[in-house]
């Protein structure tokens, strides 16, 4: 069945720097693109980041824009969202994603923590 396993989180201080990755099985990952959300208690999951499947075209929310980066490694099934220079708004639990037809698939998200 379709599997996205995300890693990576913890605790950071601000002004640091994290990488999340993403593990993807059960389903063809080259052919889909993948993206990564946040979402923090009492507030709608947020757009990060897309990148798409065959180009490796990203689009990034202007709120991280030029601090995150998200990339793919086809061969290996895996994404990954680099975050930098982190800020105590960057706070949240973070989802990577994909859509496969209709469907939205999930993974069971990983916790960032920007605190001094």
């Known amino acids: 069945q379709v599997q996205l396993v995300e890693s990576g989180g913890g605790l950071v201080q601000p002004g640091g720097s994290r990488r999340l990755s993403c593990a993807a099985s059960g389903f063809t990952f080259s052919t889909y693109a993948m993206r990564w959300y946040r979402q923090t208690p009492g507030k709608e999951r947020e757009y990060v980041a897309r990148i798409t499947a065959a180009l490796g075209t990203t689009d990034y929310a202007d709120s991280v824009k030029g601090r995150f980066t998200i990339s793919r490694d086809n061969a290996k099934k895996t994404g990954e969202l680099q975050l930098n220079n982190l800020t105590p708004e960057d706070t949240a639990v973070y989802y990577c994603?994909?859509?496969?037809?209709?469907?939205?698939?999930w993974g069971q998200g990983t916790q960032v923590t920007v605190s001094s």
């Open positions: 994603g994909a859509r496969l037809g209709v469907r939205d698939y």
